[in-house]
């Protein structure tokens, strides 16, 4: 009986984070005006002293939830928005019998109070990759976009950053799956290739 032979490549995700920033406005940065000052004020006339009631807060802070006007806020280009599910690992394998790589399908949620732009960074080799050097087409296919992360093809290599998508609202997602296949003369009796990547993200706060 014939023996199948099975090619799998399995990506590694890991993350980057790029901030940018947003006209909305929030609680207190460092540094800024009290956004309570024109209301939390007292006269003082015909004596002299006055006591200030000073309030501090320690709590770590929560991308989940709208900002505190009573509370700091980093600023709108700090990586502390981030607050994003994705998977730790992504598979994609083919076969002699399979019609090109297949993968499962695999979500990245937002679950930040702010919105996220997800772009591909970067897509490095890792463990026995070179055996596949310039003889894997791979695509990362989210809602209709295919986003090359390998190719056999010199005129069209693949560059980052790169968007994915956009998702606007706290737990929102974005789906996505992995295809191509490697190049004709792969000979899968005779091969079996185990390859690591590393699918580096970048995020940009909407």
């Known amino acids: 009986m014939k023996k199948t032979k099975l090619l799998t490549l399995c990506g590694v995700l890991a993350i980057g984070a790029s901030l940018l920033g947003s006209t909305q406005v929030y609680a207190y940065e460092n540094g800024q005006n009290d956004p309570h ?12 002293s006055a006591t200030i009631s000073a309030e501090g807060t320690f709590e770590p802070f929560d991308p989940t939830k709208l900002p505190d006007p009573a509370k700091p ?7 502390a928005w981030v607050d994003v599910k994705i998977p730790s690992k992504v598979l994609f394998s083919q076969t002699d019998v399979s019609e090109g790589i297949i993968s499962p399908n695999y979500e990245i949620q937002n679950l930040s109070a ?11 080799d890792g463990d026995n990759a070179n055996k596949l050097e310039g003889r ?53 009796t005779k091969e079996t290739v185990k390859a690591n990547y590393k699918l580096v993200l970048k995020f940009e706060v909407q």
Do not use: C, M, Y
Request: net charge positive.
């Open 136 to 188: 894997l087409d791979l695509n990362l296919n989210s809602d209709g976009k295919k986003v090359a992360l390998r190719s056999t093809d010199k005129q069209k290599v693949p560059s980052f950053p790169t968007e994915i998508g956009t998702i606007t609202s706290q737990n929102g997602k974005i789906q996505f799956t992995l295809a191509g296949s490697v190049k004709k003369g792969f000979d899968f």
């Open 114 to 124: 702010k919105g996220v732009k997800v772009s591909i960074n970067d897509f490095t």
């Open 37 to 48: 000052a024109a209301t939390n004020t007292l006269e003082v006339k015909k004596t002299d």
């Open 73 to 79: 806020t980093p600023k709108k280009d700090h990586k």
